[in-house]
């Protein structure tokens, strides 16, 4: 395999070194404007290299105005390439990421992460492949800031039949998760009138801070274990939109009843507000049929939020907003100034996955595993602690709230848990009121099989101070 | 397969059907509040469904709140579910998007498009299968904001190697291409002081539009056939950042020499400015040696983004920064609220690509490639304008530029051309201050061959009034 000319020089060590060599030395001036430079063959005997390669090292500092052509075919320092602050030797160290995804090292608790060993690689591995055969060189290109119509269409479909989600595909707009779907809404709504955004207190942190990034003044409103308390939705806030997770309110794990659907939705359309509904695991539902969504109602009032993080898999990152007609135009927009299109593949893998029917399949066999898991955890709980701890929000979704009257999980506490070898997340973490949710914490399913249920909870008990 | 009961009612039209009936009634009042609800069995012969059927329907109802239960096991309509406006019943239409990727019903010079039909798709295919087989639990899970180490530390290798960058893999923030690299980027500068941001006149579009919606106050300097003319620069505007594409500036094409590199650190250095240094073609270089990053000069100053859109294909969405370590934290934070993470798969296959020599390998064809198609461009442009036409910026990248003295590309004269089935690109397009480049077209010739570039140049030929 032979390397054009042009991609030489750097790939060879020798060369590259002269290069740099010669080229520190002019910046710093050792080497002065105007000053001629030796011969190639003289450079060539003194570093102990062939001639071929100074002569490519002289080319490539001659292309970048280091030297210029002299007298008799000579090369000399070109003036004003000199650098006041010599060039850099040293690099200021660097941080190393700090993000932990699951810690497989712990009995780990963590909400919001998927039972990721029940993935069907080899379907998607199969789906993927066909996709690939099948890519036209406009498929490698450039693509619409709104997505591929193809998955558009069957989340559109998929949306109807088990969401109870009123659109159409040209509403939909594919996302690089629900994190972008979020800010990218935050973006277009608060960008249009007033700051204020309605959350859920107790509510996603995370969430929060997307929205804050994105210039909202956060007006918190009590969340229960039926949703947000629409009681105390504030008469005077103006608030641009409402942020609400009714399917499966996070963290606390309520559905939100028909009847606080209705007056949100009234208290929406007095102040002139959009609900951002985001439902990111509401599609398990345990007891009962899937809970239809607010976009439903009335779908120009509701701009609604998916993801495909929980029934499919994190890194995926795909997920999508519900645009009301009037909105679409200014959320492609931000799409498109965002990253212009989410990656190509993966939607034409999904689409083919909610096609072929291969989506419902999964999310039904997910749906069967995770009720047993819940009735495990849900389980052990009863057996270990009793009446001691209230459990929250078993309904739908991939945690439970767990509170414990008379215990404060203090930073030293969770610390000895998490030394016992179990992660737990507290509530309190996502409230913004603090000191009402110190004793109850948020336990994540998702990935844990019997065995670490059990011990998990078991020793959780052990940690806790008897009450 | 079995549908757990869960998926049951609204994967079940009759169900579905029911549901929503009765929810519009409650909803609309027509069934008011208090109103005991006719039986099961009742229902079940008025509306021709079995009585499973219909109990679905109610379970769901009951579920949602419409429902509650009544005395002797009957169910009542539930208060406080009618909605003020009555449930919608159109959905206002959506207008489709606009965007077109590449016009194949053209001979489409559209610049920023590389030649995708020479895309190795089968390597990439089998890449991505070995990729698969090897994905863990973990690897679906959500990953790092700042990205994949694996990709991180080839992406290091290769800017060493190829682009005369200094950096550490902790310095490497993977992005959603370079839309959002420079999106990013932004964001964190001109949050931290100053809104004013130094563009090149003429320069991107796209990127003054995606600074702008970050917040950022444009405030132009000329560029000519060297890049940013940085005589030019401004002594009183104190910006937060200066934004240039030194390595084949776009539109024009040229390479910034390294006295005007030198210029333009020294007055960042003056303003406390960062240099935002945008390189997305400037691996194809077809007359000399790749020209170095500005970045390798003062690694402190420089934020480098780069993207494997042209160098692999767009609709993969994944490009990275070069982030000075102080900045580095609040760079993974601004990621982690845009978008999370970039999806995983790409970065594992991508990483695997650069590290088994492969991509290198494609690069360097890519390089021959294109270097014999801008020669065929040259030519055609030689044979059909002679003189009349002035070229610019043939030195890297994926265009060209044309001056055509004394024709002004009017959108008349565009629409003409454009019926007689060529796109062409105006540089005026891309002008802050209008008026300079009237007279100038942007070629691209990435996906363009032989029959194409002499039949469209023919045809512009006939297009233009004669001089």
């Known amino acids: 395999m032979s390397i054009p000319d042009s991609h030489r020089a750097s790939r060879e060590p020798a060369a590259a070194r002269i290069f740099a060599l010669i080229r520190d030395r002019i910046l710093s001036a050792s080497l002065p404007p105007g000053e001629q430079m030796i011969s190639a063959q003289q450079i060539a005997r003194e570093m102990g290299v062939s001639r071929t390669v100074v002569k490519n090292a002289l080319d490539q500092l001659a292309a970048e105005g280091y030297l210029q052509p002299g007298p008799r075919s000579s090369l000399l320092v070109a003036a ?113 009138t007033r700051p204020a955004c309605i959350s859920e207190d107790p509510g996603s942190a995370e969430s929060r801070q997307i929205i804050a990034a994105m210039g909202g003044r956060i007006v918190p409103v009590p969340a229960d274990e039926k949703g947000l308390v629409t009681d105390e939705l504030p008469q005077r806030a103006r608030p641009s939109f409402i942020h609400v997770t009714p399917s499966h309110q996070f963290p606390l794990g309520g559905t939100m009843p028909v009847q606080r659907r209705v007056q949100l939705l009234g208290y929406a359309q007095r102040h002139s507000a959009f609900i951002v509904e985001e439902d990111c695991d509401g599609d398990f539902r345990y007891d009962s049929p899937p809970v239809s969504a607010i976009q439903g109602l009335i779908p120009s009032r509701v701009i609604y939020i998916g993801t495909f993080s929980m029934t499919l898999f994190p890194s995926l990152r795909v997920g999508f907003i519900v645009v009301p007609p009037p909105l679409i135009e200014e959320m492609r927009n931000a799409k498109r100034r965002a990253d212009f299109h989410t990656a190509a593949l993966e939607q034409l893998v999904l689409a083919r996955l909610i096609k072929d029917g291969y989506f419902a399949r999964h999310l039904a066999a997910m749906s069967k595993n995770y009720r047993q898991t819940r009735t495990l955890l849900l389980d052990a709980l009863h057996r270990h602690f009793g009446g001691e701890a209230r459990i929250l929000g078993t309904a739908s979704g991939l945690h439970v709230c767990v509170r414990f009257p008379g215990i404060r999980f203090t930073p030293t506490l969770l610390n000895r848990i998490d030394l016992a070898g179990v992660g737990v997340y507290p509530v309190e973490d996502h409230a913004i009121r603090k000191g009402r949710w110190e004793d109850t914490l948020i336990l994540g399913f998702g990935m844990l099989d019997d065995r670490r249920i059990n011990t998990g909870i078991a020793i959780l008990k052990r940690c806790l101070p008897a009450s």
Chains 1, 2 share one sequence.
């Open 80 to 192: 004003g390439a000199v650098l006041r602050t010599p060039p850099a030797q040293e690099i200021a160290s660097a941080p190393p990421g700090k993000f932990v995804p699951f810690r497989f090292d712990l009995i780990d608790f963590r909400p919001g992460v998927p039972d990721l060993s029940r993935f069907p690689v080899r379907l998607w591995q199969r789906i993927s492949g066909e996709v690939w055969r099948q890519m036209t060189p406009l498929d490698l290109s450039y693509s619409q800031p709104e997505g591929r119509a193809e998955l558009r269409r069957e989340i559109t479909r998929y949306l109807t039949a088990f969401r109870g989600v009123r659109c159409q595909p040209e509403q939909i707009l594919i996302t690089s998760g629900s994190t972008q779907a979020l800010s990218i809404v935050s973006r277009v709504l608060l960008r249009r």
